[in-house]
């Protein structure tokens, strides 16, 4: 554990000290905690959070980073959803599974019961953030669905997770100042909710006819 948090303050260091690297590494950091396999080895969440003290504190633009999160974000998920199509019921046989099948059990039961909608649910629940799109690949859901969903769901996912780290951030600068950062994480936040919530109702419509 020490070794992670060793790890997690030279990050978020490197990230404060080369601000023009900060987006790619926020998006490596999105991507590792979406991506299957690579997710369930070192916990980059925690990391992604504590960036977020560095939006609120003004060390680094929202606008800037916000976008490359969701890019990680995104891409991790579509690499879980292609490795499930292309290895399809072989992943079974592929490590950690076939020592843990477990996770993909749990995957395949919350893959089955919510469907597409279970590629969003999934992203706020631990293990399960990467297992759902391996399973969604393995069961060859039509790629148009799941990136959709895929997409909704970083929008909204990323700047929560970033959130807390950012208000701590601005309350340990400045709480009269939280003005142009506040409306970034409206507007990524609150006003692309209802946009996915639109959009998971149009696919949870579609995939009843």
Same mark, same amino acid.
């Given at each position: !554990?020490?070794?992670? %948090?060793?790890?997690?303050?030279?990050?978020?260091?490197?990230?404060?000290?080369?601000?023009?690297?900060?987006? +790619?590494?926020?998006?490596?950091?999105?991507?590792?905690?979406? !991506?299957? *396999?690579?997710?369930?080895?070192?916990?980059?969440?925690?990391?992604?959070?504590?960036?977020?003290?560095? &939006?609120?504190?003004?060390?680094?633009? +929202?606008?800037?980073?916000?976008?490359?999160?969701?890019?990680?974000?995104?891409?991790? %998920?579509?690499?879980?959803?292609?490795? $499930?199509?292309?290895?399809? =019921?072989?992943?079974?046989?592929?490590?950690?599974? =076939?020592? %843990?099948?477990?996770?993909?059990?749990?995957?395949?039961?919350?893959? @089955?019961?919510? $469907?597409?909608?279970?590629?969003?649910?999934?992203?706020?629940?631990? +293990?399960?953030?990467?297992?759902? /799109?391996?399973?969604?690949?393995? !069961?060859?859901?039509?790629?148009?669905?799941?990136?959709?969903?895929?997409?909704?769901?970083?929008?909204?996912?990323? /700047?929560?997770? !970033?959130? /807390?780290?950012?208000?701590?951030?601005?309350?340990?600068? %400045?709480?009269?100042?939280? $003005?142009?950062?506040?409306? @970034?994480? @409206?507007?990524?936040?609150? &006003?692309?909710? /209802?946009? #996915? *919530?639109?959009?998971?109702?149009?696919? =949870?419509?579609?995939? =009843? #006819?």
């Amino acid at each position: !554990m020490q070794r992670v %948090d060793h790890w997690a303050g030279e990050v978020i260091a490197f990230i404060s000290a080369s601000q023009g690297w900060a987006g +790619p590494v926020v998006c490596a950091l999105a991507f590792a905690e979406s !991506m299957v *396999i690579v997710s369930l080895l070192v916990p980059f969440t925690a990391v992604i959070v504590a960036s977020g003290a560095l &939006l609120g504190s003004g060390a680094l633009d +929202p606008w800037l980073i916000l976008p490359w999160g969701i890019l990680g974000a995104t891409a991790g %998920d579509a690499v879980s959803y292609w490795v $499930g199509r292309y290895f399809g =019921r072989r992943v079974h046989h592929i490590w950690p599974f =076939r020592n %843990d099948p477990v996770l993909l059990e749990r995957g395949h039961r919350f893959f @089955v019961r919510w $469907g597409v909608l279970s590629v969003c649910l999934a992203r706020f629940f631990g +293990p399960l953030r990467a297992v759902v /799109p391996l399973v969604a690949g393995m !069961m060859a859901m039509p790629q148009a669905r799941f990136q959709i969903a895929n997409v909704a769901s970083a929008i909204v996912w990323l /700047p929560l997770l !970033m959130l /807390p780290g950012a208000l701590a951030g601005q309350v340990f600068k %400045d709480v009269a100042n939280f $003005g142009e950062k506040a409306f @970034v994480y @409206v507007f990524f936040v609150f &006003l692309a909710f /209802p946009f #996915v *919530i639109g959009l998971l109702v149009w696919l =949870r419509k579609r995939r =009843r #006819v």
